[in-house]
């Protein structure tokens, strides 16, 4: 299949291969820097090279300030929409840097100052947004923590990163509860070893927090106090190495890895990406409906939009029942959005909901351009209802915590590729994708392999892992010397398009929600009455995929299964939770296992996604699988 002659996707790429530092060194130009770099690759530094390594510059500075002055002063730089609390407020870029400067300032007050970690646990309030950007002002280093995570999960990023201060808020607010805040706040500091300076409680009027004494401090009178006394903190010059910000992102056991984000790198190719990928102009208005607890929130919530000089909308809500599967065409008819970004999961929902896409009917949506997804394979079906309901393009795109922005996808802005339902198209520049076998040698065409990247990786993707190089060298360097490992299998087509079929290793998507089995099997085996245990994500029609566990009981144990499995239940909710949406155990009386004693996780998924499998030639005992179908039937799961 030709590319449209139009597209000029295949010549700047080919040119971002050949010549990666004159492809950056130009894309750097639509930054302003307070130094720009002498070096634009340094091979040297750090474990796999630097980008802009001696560049100086500030994030808040290019988001922010650099538009007012510009004469954006008066242009809506947020748009905060909350259906469940019946909300939409306004923010034009000069209100933003007052808030921003004015929160900066009271950040420099708690002694926080440039390199310091600042953790963000808050809902989707535009005082969160304020936050990341007041830390990139600073010079501080945010990390924000999802809302929808137990504490114990909270105090291992906390321990992990030792936050001088945490923003938190005193509730979050779901379509069918609030959910208090607080008391999962103080828990995970009374968990962690590591204890924050203080901590800056936003009160919500859904649910009100007692503070601590000595601890907690009240954030509207500290903000009034310092509007009070025209307090305000300017950009501080950072290294465009410096980290903006940690996000920490599920890794193969329950300790989460810490993604380092680097200032300069990120501004360079999120701006980039804007035009090129999305299509979009400085002064249009864009959407992502994620939160910004995840990736995809940060760079395109946050950063990447108001770097552009767009407005940002920041959507307190969800696709479906606030109030019903048109509140997406909603905002978008609303607010005169001409692009949205969101997950296929999301999709899934509003189809379920609304399959012939009447609501839609409801809405103008002339200025909508075009819809990007991302977060986990988009099924052809779900594309193919989204561009025939919406009969516009429905843009797949992959990416991953660590790269920061997408690794592929299809470049509008350079003049669409067609799309192939199923590939999220192509690589984007910088981004030297191969398929591999175990031995890292190339495999031809329409072959499934390990996906890898050429190293350096481009501008914004992770440096390495918050403090622990060794870790990131492990993890995603040593298998394939030379290449990143994504630990993503698929393959590329004889266009090059790529399709990404699956993970490599025991990582699981829920709802567009990454998740570590091995995180949900230490939960399990914690279980007092457990003896071992197995967690495999299997098919699920709107989450894409569910974790379901199965577990074997210690000897002795005489209490009832079902029991159990509640405790179970409850228990991951506790340690991980609500976000793991784990709800299915099934209690068996032996784990399928090869000889040498590996347990066949990739059986038992096959087994309960009723998918064709092989009797495993290593196993031990055939029989335990027909006992994993039976336990599985009990559950009415799949086979
Ligand atoms: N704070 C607290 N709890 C949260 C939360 C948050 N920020 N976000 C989700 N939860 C809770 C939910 O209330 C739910 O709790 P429950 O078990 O009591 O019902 C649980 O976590 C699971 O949430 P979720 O997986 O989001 O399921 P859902 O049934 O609430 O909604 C969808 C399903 C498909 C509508 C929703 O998952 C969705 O919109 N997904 C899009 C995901 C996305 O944007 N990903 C970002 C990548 S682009
Ligand atoms: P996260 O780090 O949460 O963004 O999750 C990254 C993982 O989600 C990837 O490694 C993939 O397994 C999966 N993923 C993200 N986007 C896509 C996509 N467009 N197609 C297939 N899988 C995807």
């Not at 280093?141 to 005193?170: M, N």
């Not at 109030?323 to 969101?342: C, E, K, L, N, Y």
């Not at 999301?346 to 189809?351: N, Q």
Request: charged content about 25%.
């Amino acid at each position: 299949m030709d590319a449209p002659a139009a597209s000029r996707y295949h010549e700047l790429y080919a040119r971002s291969l050949r010549d990666p530092q004159g492809f950056w060194a130009e894309a750097a130009q639509d930054i302003e820097w307070y130094q720009p770099a002498k070096t634009v690759f340094d091979g040297g530094a750090g474990v796999y090279g630097r980008w802009f390594a001696d560049a100086v510059c500030n994030t808040c500075y290019n988001a922010i300030d650099r538009h007012v002055a510009a004469g954006r002063a008066n242009q809506t730089a947020l748009i905060y929409d909350s259906p469940v609390t019946n909300t939409v407020r306004s923010y034009t870029y000069n209100d933003a840097l007052a808030e921003i400067a004015t929160l900066a300032a009271v950040l420099e007050d708690f002694g926080v100052t440039k390199s310091d970690r600042v953790i963000i646990y808050m809902p989707m309030v535009p005082e969160a947004v304020f936050a990341m950007l007041a830390c990139a002002r600073i010079g501080a280093v945010h990390s924000v923590v999802f809302g929808g995570f137990a504490a114990k999960e909270l105090a291992t990023r906390i321990d992990d990163c030792k936050p001088k201060l945490i923003l938190s808020a005193s509730c979050g607010v779901e379509p069918a509860r609030t959910v208090p805040y607080k008391p999962l706040l103080d828990q995970a500091i009374e968990l962690a070893t590591h204890k924050p300076d203080a901590c800056m409680i936003l009160q919500r009027p859904q649910v009100e927090a007692p503070l601590i004494a000595g601890r907690d401090h009240d954030w509207a009178t500290l903000r009034d106090t310092a509007l009070r006394e025209r307090k305000s903190a300017p950009c501080v010059p950072v290294l465009a190495t410096d980290p903006l910000y940690i996000l920490y992102t599920s890794g193969t056991t329950g300790i989460p890895k810490g993604v380092v984000r680097d200032n300069g790198g990120h501004m360079v190719a999120l701006k980039w990406s804007m035009k090129n990928l999305y299509d979009v102009s400085p002064g249009e208005v864009y959407w992502s409906a994620s939160d910004i607890g995840w990736v995809v929130g940060h760079s395109y919530i946050v950063y990447a939009p108001l770097l552009h000089g767009c407005t940002t909308i920041l959507y307190e809500g969800k696709p479906v029942g606030t109030p019903d599967a048109g509140a997406f065409w909603r905002v978008i008819s609303q607010h005169h959005a001409v692009s949205m970004f969101t997950a296929p999961t999301a999709f899934r929902a509003i189809k379920k909901e609304d399959p012939t896409g009447k609501l839609i009917g409801n809405y103008d949506l002339s200025k909508f351009r075009s819809l990007f997804l991302a977060g986990e394979r988009a099924d052809p079906d779900t594309v193919k209802w989204a561009e025939e309901k919406l009969r516009k393009p429905v843009i797949d795109h992959w990416w991953q915590t660590e790269t920061g922005w997408c690794i592929v996808g299809n470049p509008v802005g350079l003049g669409m590729l067609p799309v192939k339902r199923g590939s999220p198209t192509v690589p984007m520049p910088g981004y030297d994708v191969r398929i591999v076998d175990e031995a890292n040698n190339e495999l031809p065409a329409n072959t499934m392999g390990s996906i890898v990247i050429k190293l350096p990786l481009p501008p914004a993707a992770l440096p390495t892992l918050y403090e622990n190089d060794d870790r990131f060298k492990e993890s995603y360097l040593t298998e394939f010397p030379g290449y990143y490992k994504t630990a993503d299998a698929g393959f590329k087509d004889d266009d090059g398009y790529v399709s990404i079929m699956g993970r490599t290793d025991d990582i699981i998507n829920v709802a567009g929600h990454r998740l570590s089995t091995g995180g949900m099997e230490e939960v399990l085996s914690g279980h007092k009455d457990v003896a071992e245990c197995a967690v495999v994500g299997i098919k699920d029609e709107l989450k894409g995929e569910v974790p379901c566990g199965f577990v074997v009981l210690k000897t002795g144990v005489n209490r009832p299964a079902d029991e159990i499995e509640k405790e179970i239940v409850a228990l991951v909710r506790e340690k991980i939770g609500p976000v793991a949406a784990f709800k299915l155990v099934v209690t068996v009386a032996r784990l399928p296992k090869t000889r040498s004693g590996k347990i066949l996780r990739g059986t038992i998924k096959k087994i309960a996604d009723g998918d064709a499998w092989d009797m495993p030639a290593t196993i031990d005992d055939p029989a335990v699988l027909d006992e994993i179908k039976a336990g599985l039937k009990g559950k009415g799961v799949g086979v």
